[in-house]
C-alpha cells in the first residue's frame, strides 16, 4: 500500500517530456448574463492562475478533479479544472492564456451578444455542461459527455473527439458507440480511461474513450450522438422477480462543427497542426574525414500521426555522403488529437577535412492555432572535420570565385570587343594547325603516341592493407566508401562497384551491404560484416579489361608492310 501511494506521488511531481494543457468553452456564443464553462485539462501541478480573467469576466464556482491511470508502463495523473465565467461587457471577449505550472493554454474567442435568445448551436463542449448538472438533480445512473477540440476546424484536420461515459450504478455489461458521419473518418485511439468524479454529491464512475475526426470537405458537419446500451446491477425488485440485471440506456448529443477550406495561400503538401517543433538533438564536436558521424533530427507534431508528416532529411556539403537509417516514432493522442515524435538519424561520412555544414530540410506548415502559415526549422550546424588516411588525408581545394577571377584581369581585357578578336585569331590559328598536321602525315613524321604520353593525375587506388583496416573497424558506410576507391577508376556507387567484379560472393556481400545501409532492417548490420569480411579477405577480383584494341588478329594482313 505505501508502495503504491509513493508511485503516485512520484507522477504527481514528474515533469513530463510532452506537456498535455487544454482549454476549452462549452460554447462559443453566449448572451450577455448568461455563464459560460471554462475547462481547462492538464498534466502539470499547480492549479492554474485566473488573475488574467477578472478584468473581463466574473469568475464563480470553480471545481477540480483529478484522476490516476496506468499507461505505458508507467502511472499518469490527469487534473481537470472547471470554472463558471460571467463576461462584463457584450462584443467579441477574448479568453488570454492561463499559466498552468510550466504549461500555458492557448487563447479562446467568446461572443457575447446583448439581449434575445442566441441561434448559434452550442459548441461540442456545450452539451458536457449541460449534462454535468441535470444528473445531479435527476439522479439519472448513467449519461454521456462528447467533447470536441476544435468546432472549426480546416479540412483534413485532426480534431481530437472525447467521450465520456458516466455511470452511477455497478455496470455489468454494454457496448459504446460512435459512428463516423459523411464527408469525414472517424478513428479509435488509445486505450479507454477509467476513473471516478464528484457530481454534485454523488460519486459517479467514468470510462473515458478517444476517437481522432478528419474532415473531408468543407461546409457544416455534423458529428452523431454517441450511444451506449448495457446492463447494470438490479435492485431488489430484480433480484426478486428478475435475473438480477437492469437495462440500461444513454444517448449523448449530437455535435456541429463547421469545417473550412483550404487556404488561398497555404503551402503544398497540406499540413494543418497546432504545433511543429525540428531540432538537431545530437551532432558530433568533430568528425574524420572518411569516417562516419552520426547525426539525430527530431520531429514533434502536435495535431498528425507519423503517416501524415514528411520524411525528416539532413543534407550536408563539402561533397559529404549521407546515409539516412530508420526512423523511430512515439505516437500519443491528447483527448484524441494525436500527437508524434519521429526521431531519425542519420550516418555522414565526409570526403574531406574542413568545415561540414548540416542542415535539416525545413518543413512547410500551417499553424491552425494562429491562423497562418509557419516553417519549421533547426539551426544549422558545423561540425570541423580532421584530415583522415589515405585519399582522405587532403583537405578540399578552393575554388577561387567568379569575382576573384575577374579581378586579376584589366577592365579592357575583359570586354567583348577584345574577347571577339581573339576568337577569330584562334580559330585561324586553328585552320593553320589542321594544315600544318596533314603536312606532316604526307611526310610520313608522326612521333609514336607512346612516347608522348603523359602519367595519369587520377588518384592511386587504395591498398588493400587499408580494405583490411576498415572492415576490423565494422563501419558499414565507411567499408562502402573504400570499397568504391578501390576500384580504377573509382566508382561513382555501390551498384557500380557490384557491376566491376567477377567473384559472385563479393557481389552478393554488396548487396548484403546496401539492404544493411538501406533496407530498413531487412538484413542486420553484423550479417553483413560477417559476409563482406568473408567475401574481400583476399582483396577484391575485378572482372578483366576488354583487350579488343590490343589484342593482335589471329588473321594475316591483306597487304603486309614491306
Not at 516553417?375 to 576573384?404: H, L, M, R, Y
Request: aromatic share 6%; glycine share 6%.
Amino acid at each position: 500500500m505505501k508502495r503504491g501511494i509513493a508511485l503516485i506521488a512520484l507522477a504527481m511531481f514528474a515533469v513530463p517530456a510532452w506537456a498535455k494543457t487544454s482549454a476549452t468553452l462549452d460554447r462559443t456564443r453566449v448572451k450577455q448574463g448568461d455563464a459560460v464553462m471554462l475547462t481547462i485539462a492538464t498534466d502539470q501541478v499547480g492549479a492554474p492562475d485566473y488573475s488574467a480573467l477578472r478584468s473581463r469576466f466574473r469568475v464563480e464556482d470553480v471545481a477540480s478533479e483529478r484522476s490516476v491511470r496506468y499507461a505505458n508502463g508507467s502511472l499518469a495523473v490527469d487534473l481537470r479544472y472547471r470554472v463558471e465565467l460571467i463576461a462584463l461587457q457584450p462584443g467579441i471577449q477574448t479568453i488570454p492564456s492561463l499559466a498552468v505550472g510550466r504549461d500555458r493554454t492557448q487563447p479562446l474567442q467568446l461572443e457575447v451578444t446583448v439581449g434575445g435568445n442566441t441561434t448559434a448551436s452550442p459548441s461540442p463542449q456545450a452539451q458536457p455542461a449541460l449534462q454535468q448538472t441535470q444528473p445531479a438533480a435527476s439522479q439519472r445512473p448513467v449519461f454521456i459527455q462528447t467533447q470536441v477540440d476544435d468546432r472549426h476546424p480546416y479540412v483534413q484536420q485532426s480534431v481530437g473527439v472525447t467521450v465520456r461515459l458516466i455511470y452511477a450504478t455497478q455496470m455489468l455489461d454494454g457496448a459504446l458507440d460512435l459512428d463516423a458521419p459523411p464527408g469525414a473518418s472517424l478513428r479509435r485511439v488509445g486505450e479507454d480511461v477509467q476513473g471516478t468524479e464528484d457530481i454534485g454529491g454523488r460519486s459517479y464512475s467514468v470510462i473515458e474513450r478517444h476517437y481522432v475526426l478528419v474532415p473531408d470537405r468543407s461546409g457544416a458537419l455534423t458529428l452523431p450522438a454517441a450511444r451506449f446500451s448495457g446492463h447494470g446491477q438490479g435492485g431488489f425488485f430484480d433480484d426478486v422477480f428478475g435475473d438480477g440485471r437492469e437495462n440500461m440506456r444513454a444517448s449523448g448529443q449530437p455535435q456541429v462543427l463547421q469545417v473550412r477550406a483550404l487556404p488561398a495561400n497555404a503551402a503544398q503538401p497540406w499540413l494543418p497542426l497546432r504545433r511543429l517543433e525540428l531540432q538537431v538533438t545530437a551532432v558530433p564536436r568533430s568528425a574524420t574525414a572518411g569516417q562516419t558521424a552520426v547525426v539525430t533530427l527530431r520531429m514533434q507534431a502536435d495535431g498528425a500521426s507519423a503517416a501524415q508528416l514528411p520524411e525528416l532529411m539532413l543534407t550536408a556539403d563539402s561533397d559529404a555522403q549521407v546515409y539516412p537509417e530508420a526512423p523511430t516514432i512515439d505516437d500519443r493522442d491528447n483527448g484524441g488529437r494525436p500527437q508524434t515524435v519521429v526521431t531519425r538519424r542519420f550516418s555522414v561520412v565526409p570526403a574531406h577535412a574542413g568545415a561540414l555544414r548540416l542542415q535539416a530540410t525545413p518543413i512547410q506548415w500551417w499553424d491552425v492555432a494562429n491562423d497562418q502559415p509557419a516553417t519549421a526549422q533547426a539551426q544549422p550546424v558545423t561540425v570541423n572535420v580532421a584530415p583522415g588516411t589515405g585519399a582522405f588525408a587532403a583537405p578540399a581545394a578552393t575554388q577561387p570565385t567568379a569575382a576573384q577571377e575577374g579581378a586579376k584581369w584589366p577592365r579592357w581585357l575583359r570586354s567583348g570587343f577584345v574577347w571577339s578578336i581573339a576568337a577569330a585569331v584562334v580559330g585561324l590559328l586553328w585552320i593553320a594547325s589542321l594544315a600544318w598536321v596533314a603536312r606532316r602525315r604526307d611526310m610520313h613524321v608522326a612521333a609514336p603516341a607512346a612516347a608522348n604520353a603523359k602519367p595519369s593525375s587520377a588518384p592511386q587506388p587504395l591498398r588493400k592493407d587499408e580494405l583490411n583496416e576498415v572492415l576490423d573497424s565494422g563501419d558499414l558506410a565507411r567499408i562502402a566508401q573504400t570499397l568504391q576507391r578501390m576500384a580504377d577508376p573509382p566508382a561513382a556507387d555501390l551498384d557500380a562497384l557490384k557491376s566491376r567484379l567477377q567473384s559472385m560472393p563479393q557481389a552478393d556481400a554488396i548487396d548484403a551491404l546496401q539492404a544493411a545501409l538501406w533496407g530498413n532492417g531487412r538484413i542486420a548490420p553484423e550479417t553483413a560484416l560477417a559476409s563482406l569480411r568473408q567475401a574481400f579477405r583476399d582483396g577484391p577480383q575485378w572482372r578483366a579489361a576488354q583487350a579488343a584494341k590490343t589484342a593482335k588478329s589471329t588473321l594475316p594482313p591483306l597487304y603486309p608492310e614491306h
